[in-house]
C-alpha cells in the first residue's frame, strides 16, 4: 500500500513538472505539428465524401438503381475506373428490348454482366435464345430473373444442353415452350449435360417415361433433369410403392405430383378425403387414377367433397372410381350442369338420368350441344340455369367466393347411381 502511494505521488510531480513547462521551439513544434495532422485528416475525409465511385454515379444517375442497390453492387467492384464497357452492356440490353427495370433486376442478380464483351459473350447467348424463340417482351422477362444463364459457356455447356433437350422437346421452339421451361428452371442449362442431364433422361426412358410424356414432364417439371440422379430414383421409388407401374401411363402423373409438394402436404389431403368417410385403400386409388387431385389445395379437396357427397348425394363409390370430378372447377362446371340436369329431370326430358360423371367431363361444346340446344322447346331455360348461375356470381361480386346453397334449389337432383 505504501509504494502504490509513494508510486502515485511521484507521477503527478512529474506530470506538474509537464504541464508547467515554458513555451519555447519544442512546444511550438508539437503544437504544429497536431495542427497539420488535424488539416491532412480533416482533408481526406472532405475528399472521400466529394469522391464518388464511377460505377455508383453511374448506376443511380443513369439507369436510376436506388441507392442502396447501387451501393450493394459498386461496393463489388471498387477498383473500377472507366464504365465504358458498362455503357456498351447497357446499350446492347437496351437495343434489344429491355426495359430500364429488367436491367436493374439483372444487374442485381449478376453484376458481372455490366462488364461482359458484348460482342463474344453477350450477343452470341442472347442470340442463342432467340433461335429458341425467346424474342420480344419474353426476352427480358426471362433474362432479368434467369441472368445466370448469361454467365454459361456457350460451346462447352449451353448449346450441349440445348441440342440434348430439344430432342425430347416436340417443336420447342415453335410453341413457347422453352420460355416456360427456362422460367421455371434455368438449372437445366447450367452444367454439363454428360452430368445430370443425360443420365436422368437415360433413367426415365428405362421406367416407361418416353417421347410425349417425357416431353410433357420437361415442360412441367423440368428441374427433374437438372436435379442429382440419387434423388430422381428415390422419387421414382416412392412412386412405384404407392401402386405405380413401370408399364402404366400413369407413372408420369404421379412422378410430377410426389415431385412438387411435402410429404407432409400429401398425407394431409390423404387425411382430409380419409376423414371425410373414405379409408385409405380408397384414397390410394384415388390417388392413382387422378394424381393431379393432391396438386389442388386442401380447401377446393373440402369443397368438392362437401358438394358431391352432402349435396348431391354422390356414392362414395363414384368419387373413388372418378376423384377427376373434385378437379373440375365448382364455379364453371361443376354447379352449372348440375343445375342444368335438375332442371331437365324436373321437366322429364330424359327417360334416363345421365351419368354425372360422364356429363362432367364432356367438353363445353358437347355438353351445351347434348344437355341444352337439343331441347329446342326449352334451350332457353337450360341455358339460363347454365350460365345464370355465373351471371349471378359476377353481378354480386363473388367470383373468389362460392357459396354452396346456390346449388340447393328446388326439387331433388339427379339419382346418380352409377357411373
Not at 180 to 185: D, E, G
Request: aromatic share 8%; proline share 5%.
Amino acid at each position: 500500500m505504501i509504494s502504490i502511494r509513494l508510486r502515485y505521488r511521484s507521477l503527478s510531480t512529474h506530470l506538474y513538472h509537464l504541464h508547467s513547462l515554458p513555451t519555447g521551439p519544442f512546444s511550438s513544434f508539437c503544437i504544429s505539428l497536431s495542427s497539420l495532422s488535424q488539416v491532412v485528416t480533416g482533408q481526406s475525409a472532405q475528399n472521400a465524401n466529394q469522391e464518388t465511385p464511377v460505377l455508383l454515379n453511374y448506376l443511380t444517375n443513369t439507369l436510376d438503381f436506388p441507392k442502396p442497390k447501387a451501393l450493394t453492387v459498386s461496393d463489388r467492384f471498387p477498383g473500377v475506373r472507366s464504365v465504358e464497357k458498362t455503357e456498351l452492356a447497357v446499350q446492347f440490353f437496351k437495343s434489344i428490348g429491355f426495359t430500364d427495370a429488367q436491367i436493374q433486376s439483372a444487374v442485381c442478380c449478376v453484376p458481372q454482366i455490366l462488364f461482359a464483351d458484348v460482342e463474344k459473350t453477350l450477343k452470341p447467348k442472347i442470340q442463342l435464345l432467340q433461335e429458341l424463340g425467346i424474342t420480344g417482351s419474353d426476352l427480358g422477362r426471362l433474362m432479368s430473373t434467369k441472368t445466370v444463364i448469361l454467365t454459361r459457356s456457350l460451346d462447352k455447356i449451353l448449346k450441349p444442353c440445348i441440342e440434348v433437350l430439344n430432342k425430347v422437346l416436340i417443336n420447342g421452339t415453335a410453341n413457347g415452350d422453352w420460355f416456360r421451361i427456362l422460367r421455371r428452371c434455368e438449372w437445366v442449362i447450367y452444367r454439363s449435360p454428360h452430368l445430370r442431364l443425360i443420365p436422368n433422361i437415360s433413367y426415365l426412358q428405362s421406367v416407361g417415361i418416353v417421347e410425349s410424356q417425357l416431353s410433357s414432364l420437361l415442360k412441367r417439371q423440368p428441374h427433374l433433369f437438372s436435379m442429382p440422379g440419387s434423388k430422381l430414383k428415390k422419387l421414382v421409388s416412392e412412386v412405384i410403392d404407392i401402386g405405380f407401374s413401370t408399364d402404366s401411363r400413369m407413372l408420369v402423373h404421379g412422378l410430377h405430383t410426389v415431385s412438387c409438394i411435402s410429404r407432409e402436404c400429401l398425407s394431409r389431403k390423404l387425411l382430409l378425403i380419409q376423414r371425410s368417410g373414405f379409408s385409405k385403400s380408397e384414397c390410394m386409388v384415388m390417388f392413382r387414377r387422378a394424381p393431379g387431385l393432391f396438386r389442388s389445395s386442401e380447401e377446393k379437396i373440402q369443397l368438392g367433397l362437401k358438394f358431391f357427397l352432402g349435396m348431391v348425394k354422390l356414392k362414395k363409390s363414384i368419387i373413388v372410381q372418378c376423384p377427376l370430378l373434385l378437379m373440375f372447377s365448382m364455379e364453371d362446371r361443376v354447379i352449372p350442369r348440375h343445375q342444368v340436369l335438375k332442371l331437365i329431370k324436373s321437366k322429364k326430358l330424359v327417360k334416363k338420368d345421365p351419368s354425372f360423371c360422364f356429363v362432367m367431363q364432356l367438353t363445353e361444346h358437347r355438353f351445351l350441344e347434348k344437355f341444352v340446344l337439343r331441347f329446342t322447346e326449352h334451350a332457353e331455360e337450360l341455358l339460363m340455369a347454365y350460365k345464370g348461375h355465373l351471371l349471378e356470381l359476377g353481378r354480386k361480386g363473388q367470383s373468389g367466393a362460392l357459396k354452396l346453397p346456390l346449388c340447393a334449389g328446388s326439387g331433388e337432383g339427379p339419382d346418380y347411381k352409377g357411373l
